[in-house]
Structures are given as structure tokens and as C-alpha cells.
């Protein structure tokens, strides 16, 4: 296990390299000009060509790319060019926001989206499974800035219960967690209806009744375990889901993270801002998925002596 | 000997379907004693796993036990809830399957395994259920059981799958073993190891065995009673000896006809014509009668009786209207 662990930490490196040259280059290829988008317009010439030579613009981009990768291992994500802080600081700001509603929302789909699948996988085609699976099929169809509305509109608008904007405390959570958590929940459920059920028909099911063992257990500890394979992949989709697609809900929410950031560094250009916001997201995503690999190992002995 | 454990009486199971109820397992009637060993043979789909299956009432849906009774130490089985019939799977009656393959669960140790049956059936000392996984895998042929309670089986052979899946079913010492096709997916060399195994845990451990088998000959190498299936229902019961010098049944007469002869040289084997029918094909009289070369024009109309001739030996066949027609 420990020597499986070590080889896919390893395998994070060469990704986490490709990731920073895609992340780079690819930024540089999208149209526009970012000190003409910061001064704005009938700015002269000179003014912009000066900005460009002071921010390192104008040198070759192989040149470019080298500093930043050097920056970056001192800790040095660069300066927004908007803002004029330190990027470090600007994702600092927001990233803790971001991770707390993409955890939240994780952790509520997949508790309630596994339990429901399995109560909806051991009453096949019965009444609760079809309740179950037509509640499923409305959260994962409705998108989740909809449902973000509908619930303001109920829980601030009418009721008055709930804030709707901003993230100052856990009752202001309450929405955006609800808005996040409920389209995982539909296909977390779905997953593991289908896990299950896939899972309750092998043999080794029957030969736990066979021995008289309780059947709660023989769901909830001998099928279960055998279904936290697609189970725990669809986990992992969700929470970097969540930590990409988190744009639209905090939008609606005005609350302020790192989807927020990543959209305005777009329209604004701020390259350090923008390369470093997609570098940090998609570094915790490769992280997450190792996560989930070496938790596959962890449940399922055949994986790891591969 | 001859001390009745378990008595099966009448015992119809069927299949709801789109088609209607198929009826796997059709009127069906035995009994077996304690130390016994009867054997269930017949061709794919003739009902004998339906039948393995509804003892311990492990019918997956949409089949159904819908009438009969299956009698252990004289209380129906079929009487019991899921929770008094899960005191009796494991520990009184228990089971192992033809495909050692799948038959174990491939995310759990077999250590882990094996002692689940012991603490869910009142072992309270885990240390003591691991003294017992081990000296189980120990009997059943592991060199070193200490380190293969922690294997997966992944990392095990068909062979020892099914030794584990032995140890398993005998950990809480069970008054019968189920043996469905135990040795059907291994090869000729491990098939013989588990019989002589199976054989001498018998010798050690007093269990009844009821072995579900097509192969005839691991019938005449274990069994000591010998009960035919085809199409749902019993067609011959007799001692084994019997069975084998004096088949009455023309579908045994046939089975027995195509084991191939060491020392008989034919090109071509003897088979039985036809297949054996679907449930929802059966014939109105004899179920056998389409492939009997013996049928005659009552075979066609009316459903012969299971009579039970003089010497015990039981068949169903209008051949033989001697003995008096009894159905238990």
C-alpha cells in the first residue's frame, strides 16, 4: 500500500509540469491586451509600451514562463495587475471560501446521495425508489443558479429567514450549500442505486446469506464496500465540479471566491491573477483525484497489487 | 445413521415471469438423515440448485416458494422469518457454491471472512474466531493459515477459493453441508482433492450432505442415496449400489449410458434425444416422454405417480406400476 501510495504521489509531478505549461501558454493565446485593458482607453502608445517593458511583457514568453515557475517555488504567484496586491494574498483571501462551500456541498450530496441510493437500490421499482429516483432526476436536471434563485426567492424574499448575500456567517451558508449540494445529490444517488444494484446480484451477496449473516450488514458493509469504487469516483468529479463551477453560485450569492476572482481576471485580463487562479484549482484537483486513487487501493485489495 | 434431519415434502417453487409462473421446482419430495449423503443429479435447468436454494430460502426474487414444506428436526423452514432463519443458515444448514470464482467477496480478507460466520453466530471473542478461522483454513489444506487469514481472494487459486469457501461453510459446524456442483468449475486434478476433502471433514465432523451434482461420478464416489431430477421434479430414488446395477427410469438408464467406458472403445458416446423442456413447455403427461424411446400412448396422457417399489427405490414412470404410488 505504502510503495502504491509513493508510486501515485510521484505520478503528480510530471502532471502538475504539463499543467503549469498548459496553464501559461494558453492564457498568452487568448486575445487582448492586458495593460491596454488596465488603462483603459485613448491611452498613448508610449504610456503602454513603457507598462509592458516594466511588466516583463515584452520578453520572450519562454523567458517569461522560466520566471514565473521560479517565482512560484518561492512562494511568488506575481502581482494583479488590477489591484496592484500581491496574487498570493488575492487568492488567499478567496480560496478558503471556495474550498469550505465546495467541501460543504460535497459532503452534503454524498452522505444523503449515498444513503438514498442504497434505500432506493433495496426497494427497486417500488414506491420510494421512484420517488427517489424522480428527486434525483429534478435536482441533477435544474441548474443550480435556478434552484439558487428559487431559494432566495422562498427563504430571503418571502419567508425573510435566510441573508442572501455574502458569506458572513454559517446562516448565510445555508443556501449556497443547499444550491451546491443538491445536483451532486441527484447523481450521487443515481450512481449508487446503480452501484448497488449491480453489486446485490454477485454471488459473494448470496453466499453471505447463505451464512446467516444480519442483512444489514451483508448492504451496508459487504455490498456497500464493493460499490465504493464508481461511489467514490463520482465524489471526486463532484468536489472539483463544485471547485471549477462554483462561478455561477457565487455570483448569485455575491460571495466572494475563487470563482468570482477567476471570472473578473478574465474579462480583465490580469494574467498573473487568472494563470495563478486556474493553476491553484487545477493543482487541488490533481491532488483530489490522487486522493481518490489511493482511497480506491485502500477499499479494493485487487487494485493495489496490480 | 438413519436419525431424520430434514425432509422435504412437496416442495414447488416457481418463477413469476412475464410469460406466467414457471414452476423450476415442482412437486418435489426427500429426505435425508443425519450422516447422510444424497446426491441431486440431473441436467442443467432440472431444478436440483432451485431446489438446494429453497432450503435455505434463498429464492432471489421473482422466484417463489409457493407450496410445500421443508421440515428440519421437524419444523418447517418455511414457517420461520428472516431473522430465525438466518440462526439456522450458516449454523445448522450451510451452503457452498459452484463458482469458487465469485463466490467470495473480493473486497474483504478471508480471514475476515470466515470468522463474520462465527460472530454472527454467537462467537463473542474475536480472538477466539480467529483461532478457529485458522485452524478451519489448517483443515482444509492452507500450509500456513496464520498468514492466509490476512489473503484476499484475488491473490488465491480456484481451488483454494473453494477450500475457503469449505472452511466457511463448515466453521460453525453444521448438521448439513450444501454442496452445489462444488467441483463443476475446477479442473479434474483439484475436482478430486475437494471430494476427498469434503469426504473426510464428513468423516470428522458428522455433517449430512446434500451434493447437487451431473456428474455421476462423483455420485458413486461419495453419495450413499442417489435422487434423479429432470424437469422440475424427482423421477428416481434409490441407494447408490441400487442406482447404478439397476437404473428403473429410462432418463437414468440414458445418464448412466453416456458416462464414456474406459474400457469400452466407441467413436461415438450415447446421448439422450432432445433437450430437456422448459418450464413452460412441459408435457401434459410424463415430462419425460418426448425424449423416452420407451413412451408409449398413456406416457402422453396422464402423468405417471412416484411409487415407491418394495427395496425403497422410488420411480415415476408408468414402466413400473408394481409398487404403491406414494408421493412422500
Known amino acids: 500500500m505504502l510503495k502504491y501510495a509513493i508510486k501515485r504521489i510521484l505520478q503528480m509531478i510530471p502532471l502538475l509540469i504539463a499543467l503549469s505549461v498548459i496553464v501559461f501558454f494558453l492564457i498568452r493565446w487568448i486575445p487582448g491586451d492586458p495593460v491596454s485593458a488596465m488603462l483603459g482607453p485613448g491611452v498613448p502608445a508610449s504610456n503602454i509600451e513603457f507598462e509592458r517593458e516594466r511588466l516583463g511583457l515584452n520578453d520572450p514568453i519562454i523567458v517569461q514562463y522560466v520566471r514565473w515557475v521560479r517565482d512560484i517555488f518561492q512562494g511568488d504567484l506575481g502581482k494583479s495587475i488590477v489591484s496592484k496586491k500581491p496574487v498570493v494574498y488575492e487568492i488567499s483571501r478567496r480560496l478558503p471560501v471556495t474550498l469550505t462551500l465546495a467541501v ?21 421499482n417500488r414506491f420510494l ?39 458572513n456567517s454559517p446562516a448565510h451558508a445555508v443556501m449556497p450549500l443547499l ?10 444517488a443515481r450512481t449508487t442505486r446503480s452501484a448497488m444494484l449491480d453489486v446485490i446480484r454477485q454471488d459473494y451477496i448470496r453466499t453471505s446469506r447463505s451464512r446467516g449473516i444480519p442483512e444489514k450488514i451483508v448492504i451496508y458493509s459487504h455490498a456497500l464496500k464493493n460499490s465504493m469504487i464508481p461511489i467514490i469516483t463520482a465524489i471526486g468529479l463532484r468536489f472539483g465540479g463544485l471547485l471549477a463551477g462554483s462561478a455561477v453560485t457565487e455570483t448569485v450569492f455575491s460571495i466572494p471566491g475563487m470563482g468570482k476572482f ?6 480583465k485580463r490580469d494574467y498573473p491573477c487568472l494563470q495563478a487562479a486556474i493553476l491553484v484549482l487545477a493543482t487541488i484537483f490533481i491532488v483530489v483525484n490522487t486522493i481518490v486513487d489511493l482511497i480506491y487501493a485502500a477499499v479494493d485489495p485487487r487494485i493495489r497489487y496490480e | 445413521m438413519s436419525e431424520k434431519l430434514l425432509e422435504v415434502r412437496n416442495l414447488r417453487t416457481v418463477f413469476h415471469t412475464e410469460e406466467g409462473e414457471m414452476p423450476a421446482v415442482d412437486g418435489v419430495s426427500f429426505r435425508l438423515d443425519s450422516g447422510e449423503v444424497l446426491a441431486i443429479v440431473g441436467e442443467s435447468g432440472c431444478g436440483k440448485s432451485v431446489t438446494s436454494l429453497s432450503i435455505l430460502k ?16 421437524g419444523e418447517d423452514l418455511l414457517k420461520k422469518n428472516t431473522k430465525e432463519m438466518n440462526q439456522i443458515r450458516g449454523e445448522e444448514i450451510s451452503m457452498i457454491f459452484q463458482e469458487p470464482m465469485t463466490s467470495l467477496n ?37 500450509s500456513t493459515p496464520e498468514k492466509a487469514i490476512s489473503y484476499f481472494p484475488s491473490q488465491l487459486s480456484g481451488g483454494m477459493r473453494q477450500r475457503v469457501m469449505i472452511a466457511m461453510a463448515l466453521t460453525c459446524e453444521p448438521q448439513i453441508l450444501i454442496a452445489d456442483e462444488p467441483t463443476t468449475a475446477l479442473d479434474v486434478t483439484i475436482q478430486a482433492q475437494i471430494l476427498r476433502l469434503l469426504k473426510e471433514l464428513k468423516e470428522k465432523t458428522g455433517a449430512a450432505i446434500i ?14 442415496n442417489v435422487m434423479v431430477m429432470y424437469a422440475g421434479e424427482a423421477v428416481e430414488y434409490a441407494p447408490v449400489r441400487e442406482l447404478y446395477k439397476n437404473p428403473l427410469h429410462p432418463y437414468t438408464k440414458g445418464l448412466l449410458q453416456s458416462i464414456p467406458k474406459i474400457n469400452e472403445d466407441h467413436d461415438t458416446l450415447y446421448n439422450i434425444p432432445g433437450m430437456v423442456p422448459g418450464p413452460k413447455d412441459y408435457p401434459k403427461g410424463c415430462r419425460f416422454c418426448p425424449r423416452c424411446e420407451y413412451a408409449g400412448e398413456r406416457c402422453e396422457r396422464e402423468k405417471p405417480p412416484y411409487v415407491k417399489r418394495a427395496d425403497g427405490h422410488r420411480v415415476r414412470c408408468w414402466l413400473y406400476e408394481g409398487g404403491e404410488a406414494n408421493d412422500a
Open chain 2, 58 to 73: 434463498l429464492i432471489p426474487s421473482p422466484g417463489e416458494i409457493v407450496a410445500g414444506e421443508i421440515l428440519y428436526k
Open chain 2, 106 to 142: 473480493p473486497v474483504f480478507p478471508i480471514g475476515h471472512q470466515i470468522m463474520e460466520s462465527l460472530i454472527y453466530h454467537g462467537e463473542k471473542d474475536k480472538a477466539k474466531a480467529k483461532a478457529r478461522a485458522i485452524e478451519m483454513l489448517r483443515l482444509v489444506g492452507f
Open chain 1, 179 to 188: 444550491a451546491l449540494g443538491s445536483s451532486g445529490l441527484g447523481f450521487m
Open chain 1, 104 to 124: 460543504g456541498g460535497t459532503v452534503i450530496s454524498s452522505v444523503l446521495g449515498v444513503i438514498l441510493g442504497v434505500i432506493a437500490a433495496m426497494r427497486q
Open chain 1, 262 to 267: 477567476l471570472v473578473d481576471s478574465v474579462t
Open chain 2, 211 to 224: 451434493m447437487i451434482t451431473h456428474d455421476l461420478g462423483i455420485v458413486a464416489q461419495i453419495a450413499h
Open chain 1, 129 to 167: 425508489d421512484n420517488l427517489i429516483m424522480s428527486v434525483s432526476l429534478l435536482t441533477v436536471s435544474m441548474p443550480s443558479f435556478f434552484f439558487a434563485l428559487m431559494l432566495m426567492l422562498i427563504f430571503s424574499v418571502q419567508l425573510g429567514w435566510l441573508p442572501s448575500i455574502g458569506l
